[in-house]
T-cell receptor, first 111, second 112 residues
Framework: ELKVEQNPLFLSMQEGKNYTIYCNYS?????LYWYRQDPGKSLESLFV?????AVKQEGRLMASLDTKARLSTLHITAAVHDLSATYFC???????????FGQGTTLQVKP | ETGVTQSPTHLIKTRGQQVTLRCSSQ?????VSWYQQALGQGPQFIFQ???????GRGNFPPRFSGLQFPNYSSELNVNALELDDSALYLC???????????FGSGTRLTVV
């Protein structure tokens, strides 16, 4: 059964600092998703990574995928308070459309 | 602005009752999935429909059932509600050509 693990689960960082969230998964998959969730809100799509070596960037966030290592990273550059949220990675189980989510990483950016 | 709308936004039900949650997707989004998100956890896959047929199911009991309609709307029905069914229920849809899922704003269900 596919398992998805994120670390860290909680991250408190200062504005202006850089950090990386890691997402490991247990079985082969070619599709990985990153979502952002604000408290009490729904999931906002950040990135869809569809192939080994895929790298996508949007503003201060950059995501990458290594399907051989079964690892995706979400890198935060020069964090700002507005990035405070919970970030989820999700892997498409067997490329069926069934998304298996990680536990989420709650990011708190302090001024 | 999300193209997926869900109703109602909040709902309170009593244990043992039945509930129907609704989702309306964008035109052309023939795949719709439903997820349950308990407080402080990641979403859990309930089931998926494609062109009105269920084509994937997670580890949820049969009292969780669904329907998808030709007008890109869908329903999640839960019978015999239990306290543990209290959660945020999310639907997500995807177009036939494309891999990105758009999530709705969710329905917060509280079972008392």
């Amino acid at each position: 059964e596919l398992k998805v693990e994120q670390n860290p689960l909680f991250l408190s960082m200062q504005e202006g600092k850089n950090y990386t969230i890691y997402c490991n998964y247990s079985t082969t998959s070619d599709r990985l998703y990153w979502y952002r969730q604000d408290p009490g809100k729904s999931l906002e799509s950040l990135f869809v990574l569809l192939s080994n070596g895929a790298v996508k960037q949007e503003g201060r966030l950059m995501a990458s995928l290594d399907t051989k290592a079964r690892l995706s990273t979400l890198h935060i550059t020069a964090a700002v308070h507005d990035l405070s949220a919970t970030y989820f990675c999700a892997v498409d189980s067997g490329n069926t459309g069934k998304l298996i989510f990680g536990q989420g990483t709650t990011l708190q950016v302090k001024p | 602005e999300t193209g997926v709308t869900q109703s109602p936004t909040h709902l309170i039900k009593t244990r043992g009752q039945q509930v129907t949650l609704r989702c309306s997707s964008q035109s052309g989004h023939n795949t719709v999935s439903w997820y349950q998100q308990a407080l402080g956890q990641g979403p859990q896959f309930i089931f998926q429909y494609y062109r009105e047929e269920e084509n994937g199911r997670g580890n949820f009991p049969p009292r969780f059932s669904g329907l998808q309609f030709p007008n890109y709307s869908s329903e999640l029905n839960v019978n015999a509600l239990e306290l543990d069914d209290s959660a945020l229920y999310l639907c997500a849809s995807r177009p036939d050509r494309g891999w990105g899922y758009t999530f709705g704003s969710g329905t917060r269900l509280t079972v008392v």
